[in-house]
């Protein structure tokens, strides 16, 4: 089945303590986004990746850092959470292929707060 | 600023009735219009899309209609029903920025039995 995965779905920590959520997709896409969902905001897009190694900031960067070594796997790190990254995280991915573009497939979310 | 502009923010509909979702855009460099579906405890899933060369798009219950002069998008939901209650948002894509995906801010629908 073609999806894209998140670990953790729910997470509590505290202030400081460095966690990192992973995403993988088994779509073969090369496309890979992570996305911030807060009520009254919308979604506002973290990082985004266009290929192995490449990675780029997207809206809302500070305090997060991302990593593409493989194709499939795209993790979220933040080094030191605080209370306002307390919010619904996705990640989503597409592919380049022609009719196919444009096309987000996105994870189930995972919940975080931050004490 | 908000590129892309949803209104409105929360809408109760009763069964059967026309759901109507407003969009609209100032970036004439958009060139695809897709609107997202999202369930609670889900991630948004795309519903139906349109390009700019088309007026309106119908999916089943689901169309999307394009106004390209006034710059404006709306997805219509016909004879709505209680399992279309989720979150829609629309978006756009920027062909000239690595095609990226501006969001509105979602409408909440409540279609109530």
């Known amino acids: 089945e073609a999806q894209v995965t998140q670990n953790p779905r729910y997470l509590i920590t505290v202030t400081g303590k460095k966690l990192t959520v992973t995403c993988s997709q088994n779509m073969n896409h090369e496309y890979m986004s992570w996305y911030r969902q807060d009520p009254g905001l919308g979604l506002r897009q973290i990082y985004y990746?266009?290929?192995?190694?490449?990675?780029d900031k997207g809206d809302v960067p500070e305090g997060y850092k991302v990593s593409r070594k493989e194709k499939r796997n795209f993790p979220l790190i933040l080094e030191s959470p605080s209370p306002n990254q307390t919010s619904l995280y996705f990640c989503?991915?597409?592919?380049?292929?022609?009719?196919?573009?444009?096309?987000?497939?996105f994870g189930p979310g995972t919940r975080l707060t931050v004490l | 600023q908000q590129q892309v502009k949803q209104s409105p923010q929360s809408l109760i509909v009763q069964k059967g009735g026309i759901s109507i979702i407003n969009c609209a855009y100032e970036n004439t460099a958009f060139d695809y219009f897709p609107w997202y579906q999202q369930f609670p405890g889900k991630g948004p899933a795309l519903l139906i899309a349109i390009r700019p060369d088309v007026s309106e798009k119908k999916e089943g219950r689901f169309t999307i209609s394009f106004n390209k002069s006034a710059k404006q998008f709306s997805l219509h939901i016909m004879d709505s029903q209680p399992g279309d209650s989720a979150t829609y948002f629309c978006a756009a894509v920027n062909a000239g920025n690595n095609r990226k995906l501006i969001w509105g801010l979602g409408t909440s629908l409540a279609v109530n039995p």
């Open positions: 989503a991915s597409s592919s380049y292929v022609a009719g196919e573009a444009d096309t987000q497939y």
């Open positions: 990746s266009m290929n192995v190694e490449v990675t």
